[in-house]
Nanobody, 126 residues
Framework: QVQLVESGGGLVQAGGSLRLSCAASGRTFSTYTMGWFVQAPGKGREFVAAINWGGDSGAETLYSDSAKGRFSISRDNAKNMAYLQMNSLKPEDTAVYYC????????????????WGRGTQVTVSS
């Protein structure tokens, strides 16, 4: 069982940056893929980025087309933390951002993630 708590959301102007954090409980954090999803009003939950548990060659990352080049996902296994650095934010990035976790599987599909945080609101003003 993994519990996830997001933080770092807020109000930012277009072009600004935010860093979201996800604190995870549990002793096997290093075996989980960590993902970030967004849900805008009236829309479904959409994939943003994911980072797997890593290996000898390091963790593998995956990004949505919208996030590529602007967002960066990272993790600190020693602290049981995952992060989403968001740069060059746009008003269309406004949404609730959710952290998700999945053990020993990796991908962008919503259904592979059994563990979810409650979300943190990001609002980007124009």
């Amino acid at each position: 069982q993994v519990q996830l708590v997001e933080s770092g959301g807020g109000l930012v102007q277009a072009g600004g940056s935010l860093r979201l954090s996800c604190a995870a409980s549990g002793r096997t954090f290093s075996t989980y893929t960590m993902g970030w999803f967004v849900q805008a009003p009236g829309k479904g939950r959409e994939f943003v980025a994911a980072i797997n548990w890593g290996g000898d060659s390091g963790a593998e990352t995956l990004y949505s087309d919208s996030a590529k080049g602007r967002f960066s996902i990272s993790r600190d296994n020693a602290k049981n933390m995952a992060y989403l650095q968001m740069n060059s934010l746009k008003p269309e990035d406004t949404a609730v951002y959710y952290c998700a976790a999945a053990r020993l599987t990796f991908g962008s599909t919503y259904s592979i993630y059994p563990y979810w945080g409650r979300g943190t609101q990001v609002t980007v003003s124009s």
